[in-house]
């Protein structure tokens, strides 16, 4: 992905993501710009959406060891399919 709701996004990292939540959520409480929650509430997800993953995974490694990876693998090419899939959440 590179885009969510029209907004560039990096999914290596998500350390823009947070910066870029902090600076729309910013805008919209001290500018009331109410254009920015949107977008603030895309960055937040994505940011959340992250760390969750980050947990789980580091929580199956015992487990699972670096097969770990290939639940990773199949979770995003699920999610993969159905953004591309679904018309209305076309890029």
Same mark, same amino acid.
């Given at each position: *992905?590179?885009?969510? #709701?029209?907004?560039?996004?990096?999914?290596? *990292?998500? /350390?823009?993501?947070?910066?870029?939540?902090?600076?729309?959520?910013? #805008?919209?409480? $001290? +500018? +009331?710009?109410?254009?920015?929650?949107?977008?603030? @509430?895309?960055?937040?997800?994505?940011?959340?959406? $992250? %760390?969750?993953?980050?947990?789980?995974?580091?929580?199956?490694?015992? @487990? *699972?060891?670096?097969? %770990?990876?290939?639940?990773?693998? @199949?979770?995003?090419?699920? %999610?993969?399919? /159905?953004?591309?899939?679904?018309? #209305?959440?076309?890029?």
């Amino acid at each position: *992905f590179s885009k969510i #709701e029209g907004l560039g996004y990096n999914s290596v *990292f998500t /350390s823009g993501s947070v910066k870029k939540a902090a600076v729309a959520w910013s #805008e919209y409480y $001290f +500018h +009331h710009d109410r254009s920015q929650r949107s977008a603030a @509430f895309s960055y937040l997800m994505i940011v959340i959406c $992250f %760390t969750l993953g980050a947990i789980i995974s580091a929580q199956l490694l015992p @487990f *699972f060891r670096m097969k %770990t990876i290939w639940i990773a693998t @199949f979770l995003i090419l699920v %999610t993969d399919s /159905s953004y591309y899939l679904t018309p #209305e959440m076309s890029i």
